[in-house]
Nanobody, 124 residues
């Protein structure tokens, strides 16, 4: 399996914006639903957002709905997460990976090669 490469994280004040990027050099990237997850200190990795292979549908966790936007560029094997109006509770390491198309919430079955993630820290 190929490891995704996330980038774009940083330290910012509440109310600010960031755009994360994830390059996943998967030869079937354009055929796969992709998603973002996050893991805060001491907590499990949670679903944040997902996008179908053709970008026709997007899905969000309730906690980010209306503030985050997921997009993809299949020509660049890249998925993005635009985050607006960030809150301290958004502080976490953000990861991307292929999504189980049946649930559009869980990682694809068998996927285990997570990237290093990108740290997002939001100060109040």
């Amino acid at each position: 399996q190929v490891q995704p490469v996330e980038s774009g994280g940083g330290l910012l004040q509440a109310g600010g914006s960031l755009t994360l990027s994830c390059v996943h050099s998967y030869y079937t990237f354009g055929d796969r639903a992709m998603g973002w997850f996050r893991q805060a200190p001491g907590k499990e990795r949670d679903f944040v957002s997902a996008i179908t292979y053709d970008a026709r549908a997007t899905y969000y966790a309730d906690s980010v709905n209306g503030r985050f936007t997921i997009k993809r560029d299949n020509a660049k094997n890249t998925v993005y997460l635009q985050m607006n109006n960030l809150r301290p509770e958004d502080t976490a390491v953000y990861y991307c990976g292929p999504i189980d198309a049946a649930t559009m919430r869980s990682p694809q079955q068998g996927f285990s090669v997570w990237g290093q993630g990108t740290q997002v820290t939001v100060d109040s």
